[in-house]
Nanobody, 125 residues
Framework: QVQLVESGGGLMQTGGSLRLSCAAS????????MGWFRQAPGKEREFVAA????????DYADSAKGRFTISRDNAKNTVYLQMNSLKPEDTAVYYC??????????????????WGQGTQVTVSS
């Protein structure tokens, strides 16, 4: 059974940093794309970043580019999201996701088959 477990969320001041972790288990993820999404109350789920497991190619939302870094550790089967220069608008529940590569691309939620339960990130102004 595939399971994704996020951790590392919390409260941080504007300009601070957090690193989110996503521990993946249940299968080999070669050929998969791993993504981070976020959702604030009353808003739709928003793409943040993605990494292709095999080649390590990354993709970032404009809001994340230059501040966030997605990476993966093959040995630990873990995906990370390093978040620097945090802003209040980064406040959201952050979700880890895994899916097979599809024609919809890594930014589309429907590309993902598995989702974690989320971790809260709150950035105070």
């Amino acid at each position: 059974q595939v399971q994704l477990v996020e951790s590392g969320g919390g409260l941080m001041q504007t300009g601070g940093s957090l690193r989110l972790s996503c521990a993946a288990s249940g299968r080999t993820f070669s050929g998969y794309v791993m993504g981070w999404f976020r959702q604030a109350p009353g808003k739709e789920r928003e793409f943040v970043a993605a990494v292709f497991w095999s080649g390590g190619i990354t993709d970032y939302a404009d809001s994340a580019k230059g501040r966030f870094t997605i990476s993966r550790d093959n040995a630990k089967n873990t995906v990370y999201l390093q978040m620097n220069s945090l802003k209040p608008e980064d406040t959201a529940v952050y979700y880890c996701a895994a899916g097979r590569v599809t024609s919809w691309g890594p930014r589309a939620p429907r590309s993902y088959d598995y989702w974690g339960q989320g971790t809260q990130v709150t950035v105070s102004s």
